[in-house]
T-cell receptor, first 116, second 115 residues
Framework: AQSVTQLGSHVSVSEGALVLLRCNYSSSVPPYLFWYVQYPNQGLQLLLK??????LVKGINGFEAEFKKSETSFHLTKPSAHMSDAAEYFC??????????????FGSGTRLSIRP | GAVVSQHPSRVICKSGTSVKIECRSLDFQATTMFWYRQFPKQSLMLMATSNEGSKATYEQGVEKDKFLINHASLTLSTLTVTSAHPEDSSFYIC???????????FGQGTRLTVV
């Protein structure tokens, strides 16, 4: 079984400040991990993903995340927040590749607000 | 990148009627499609997984007879909400996956309002 926990349903930072969105996962097999962004009334856009290899993953819009197996974490960061980053962010875990029946399980989401 | 088109983006229907939502993979063949439901300010809840040519696998608690899923081809899956009621009002999102070892791509979602 797999699960995802996102700490903090709402994070507010000032424009230009560091963004840190926390995600911890649980998985019985080596996980595939994802961060998605959702703007109001829209679908999900993939920010970045970790499958295998390098544990520091760079994504779009200046975001990056680091897979830490020992901490079962996959926190999302961005050095300098921009107003356009305000959105809902979802961390997700999957046993992708292990089974044709594999699913993607989402965390509860974190709403990111940017203060001018 | 891979594109998934979901239609309609918004639909309003009367209580007791049925409504169909389409999910199409435009530039790839999707062996698996997923249907999610999202309540306001909440996460995505997986409703069912469908593989082309076979019956959908529903998550626990999801009514199969109310949410009919058909995955007739490698590029099209449909979700039909039958005998809709106001409590079925929600945001429905589909995603499509080319292979088991690839990521899934998401549609833009459908806002269903049952009046």
């Amino acid at each position: 079984a797999q699960s995802v926990t996102q700490l903090g349903s709402h994070v507010s930072v000032s424009e230009g400040a560091l963004v840190l969105l926390r995600c911890n996962y649980s998985s019985s097999v080596p996980p595939y991990l994802f961060w998605y962004v959702q703007y109001p009334n829209q679908g999900l856009q993939l920010l970045l993903k970790y499958t295998t290899g390098a544990t520091l993953v760079k994504g779009i819009n200046g975001f990056e995340a680091e897979f830490k197996k020992s901490e079962t974490s996959f926190h999302l960061t961005k050095p300098s927040a921009h107003m356009s980053d305000a959105a809902e962010y979802f961390c997700a875990v999957s046993d992708l590749g292990y089974s044709s029946a594999s699913k993607i399980i989402f965390g509860s989401g974190t709403r990111l607000s940017i203060r001018p | 990148g891979a594109v998934v088109s979901q239609h309609p983006s918004r639909v309003i229907c009367k209580s007791g009627t049925s409504v169909k939502i389409e999910c199409r993979s435009l530039d790839f063949q999707a062996t698996t499609m997923f249907w999610y439901r999202q309540f306001p300010k909440q996460s995505l809840m997986l409703m069912a997984t469908s593989n082309e040519g076979s019956k959908a696998t529903y998550e626990q608690g999801v009514e199969k007879d109310k949410f009919l899923i058909n995955h007739a081809s490698l590029t099209l899956s449909t979700l039909t909400v039958t005998s809709a009621h106001p409590e079925d009002s929600s945001f429905y999102i589909c995603s499509a996956r080319p292979r088991a070892d690839t990521e899934a791509f998401f549609g833009q979602g459908t806002r269903l309002t049952v009046v």
